[in-house]
């Protein structure tokens, strides 16, 4: 079945320090990749998404790469801020399986000053 | 526009007691799942409904849980009788229509079986 991997956590930068948090998968198709993000005492937002290889998703300064060839989805900042402390999830949906997603432990990232 | 919202936030019960979740989507989302957190393990699908439909119920852990959804409106997660391995977070997502969209996801209910 499908799976997702992405690296232990937890995380701790300095503020303005690069950020890479890694993720992997395993799909039998082909999947539409996500980064969900959980801010303390909030629920999970979308964070950026790729729906087929070699896409790019961005959203606040952040990035990641769909990497069919890797099966990878790598999530980095260049430049973090302490707001940007959460909980970040990477996700796949395979469409075939009615867009149901599947995540990965979840990296929890904390930034300090 | 609101958006996802789910009852109660936190819940503490007694092992053999009843539990009932509620989440009511995004107006107009056909889709609703069911999601489940677990001891800081990865979140787990549980069930999907199309409208009052249920399109995927693989994840469901046992028959102790069912969910409803009225309607097509709000969506309700019993578990009947609670046991400790049900303590978890559950959340509710929903979406618009078919093709990939956006799962807009509720803050979750916080379950402690004790």
């Known amino acids: 079945g499908d799976s997702v991997t992405q690296m232990e956590g937890p995380v701790t930068l300095s503020e303005e320090a690069f950020l890479t948090i890694n993720c992997t998968y395993t799909a039998t198709g082909y999947p539409s990749l996500f980064w969900y993000v959980q801010y303390p005492g909030e629920g999970l937002q979308l964070l950026l998404k790729a729906t087929k290889a070699d896409d790019k998703g961005s959203n606040k300064g952040f990035e990641a790469t769909y990497r069919k060839e890797t099966t990878s989805f790598h999530l980095e900042k260049g430049s973090v801020q302490v707001s940007d402390s959460a909980v970040y999830f990477c996700?796949?949906?395979?469409?075939?399986?009615?867009?149901?997603?599947?995540f990965g432990t979840g990296t929890q990232l904390k930034v300090e000053l | 526009e609101a958006g996802v919202t789910q009852f109660p936030s936190h819940s503490v019960i007694e092992k053999g007691q009843t539990v009932t979740l509620r989440c009511d989507p995004i107006?107009?989302?056909?889709?609703l799942y069911w999601y489940r957190r677990v001891m800081g393990k990865e979140i787990k699908f549980l069930l999907h409904?199309?409208?009052?439909?249920?399109?995927?119920e693989s994840g469901m852990p046992n028959n102790r849980f069912l969910a409803e959804r009225t309607g097509g409106t709000y969506s309700t997660l019993k578990v009947q009788p609670a046991e400790l391995e049900d303590s978890g977070v559950y959340f509710c997502?929903?979406?618009?229509?078919?093709?990939?969209?956006?799962?807009?996801f509720g803050p979750g209910t916080r379950l402690t079986v004790l």
């Open positions: 107006s107009g989302h056909d889709n």
């Open positions: 409904f199309v409208k009052e439909s249920k399109q995927d």
């Open positions: 997502a929903s979406s618009p229509g078919t093709g990939v969209h956006e799962q807009f």
């Open positions: 996700a796949l949906s395979d469409q075939g399986g009615g867009n149901k997603l599947t």
